[in-house]
């Protein structure tokens, strides 16, 4: 059964009640279910899981490169994260980024990731079913993956 992780970075715990004009009003915990669930009905088993500190999430990510794929939202360290960058290119799994907000509208800082490069693609702007599509697209990458 393939396993794939779904992190969340910082203040992402918040959802919900952050900023609701820009991510919304649905929870982590409705986030993470759904995305649970969308993975039981393909035989997927999906790990959940979230950290506010960038070296909590590292060491989740090595502990747990045994997975086939990872769908992360670094939230900020999207942006400058070096170290969060170089955990997934030396677990060389295939990685989707996802934001809920469309972060090319937004401020500047945003407009970059350091994240993307290793990732096999970006979602932005969806809202929460961008999390959906990061799995449908990680799903997609593997069964091909699977039958080269
Ligand atoms: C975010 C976008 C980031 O710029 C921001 O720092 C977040 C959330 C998003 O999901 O839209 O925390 O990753």
């Not at 972060?103 to 961008?130: K, L, N, T, W």
């Amino acid at each position: 059964m393939w396993e794939i992780l779904l992190v969340n970075g910082p203040n992402l715990n918040l959802l919900g009640t952050r900023e609701p004009n820009v991510y919304g009003t649905t929870s982590l915990a409705d986030i993470e279910e759904m995305v649970v669930r969308a993975g039981e009905k393909q035989g997927i088993k999906v790990h959940a899981f979230q950290s506010n500190s960038e070296g909590t999430i590292i060491d989740f990510l090595q502990e747990h490169r045994s997975a086939n794929g990872i769908i992360i939202n670094p939230g900020a360290f999207t942006h400058y994260s070096y170290a969060i960058r170089d955990c997934l290119a030396a677990l060389s799994l295939p990685v989707v980024e996802v934001h809920i907000s469309q972060v090319y509208q937004r401020e500047e800082f945003r407009h970059s990731s350091v994240i993307a490069p290793v990732c096999i693609g970006q979602i932005s702007g969806f809202g929460d079913f961008g999390y959906l599509l990061g799995l449908q697209g990680l799903l997609d990458y593997l069964t091909k993956q699977r039958g080269a």
